[in-house]
């Protein structure tokens, strides 16, 4: 039997919030494209939380942007959250594969300012998400 929309949206806010967590430790120790990659997952994470906590049954796809439009269906003040937040898609393939860049390897090219910003990004997102939702 699948939870209520509320303890569906509780249970994707709570993963994501347990991804920020470890993120911001791998954003001081290094790792840092790891730390892009996991940043876009946790605020796409909250994104679907919020979605399912509306009601959504399925919520599809990976985009931060499309996902953002979605939600700013239910709450317009994610069409301005989706201009600052729309960066982390550029971090969903080319930090996890090396063919997604030109030359090099995803460790070799991402930096921890790159890591911080994104985990910065990634924390507005699911703070948000949580004060929507309270």
Not at 39 to 63: D, R
Not at 80 to 93: E, M, N, P, Q
Not at 116 to 126: N, P, Q, R, T
Request: aromatic content about 12%; proline content about 3%; some cysteine.
């Amino acid at each position: 039997m699948r939870n209520d929309a509320y303890e569906e949206g509780q249970r994707w806010l709570l993963q994501a919030s347990e991804d920020l967590r470890w993120a911001k430790h791998l954003a001081e120790e290094g790792g840092w494209y790891l730390v892009c990659f996991l940043s876009q997952q946790i605020t796409e994470k909250a994104l679907k939380a919020f979605l399912y906590a509306q009601g959504e049954e399925i919520v599809f796809g990976h985009s931060v942007v499309k996902l953002s439009e979605a939600a700013a269906k239910y709450q317009s003040a994610f069409a301005d959250k989706v201009l600052r937040w729309s960066i982390l898609d550029g971090y969903y393939v080319p930090t996890r594969y090396p063919n997604g860049l030109p030359d090099g390897i995803p460790a070799d090219v991402y930096t921890q300012e790159a890591a911080l910003g994104a985990v910065a990004l990634a924390e507005e997102a699911v703070e948000f998400v949580r004060s929507l939702l309270e």
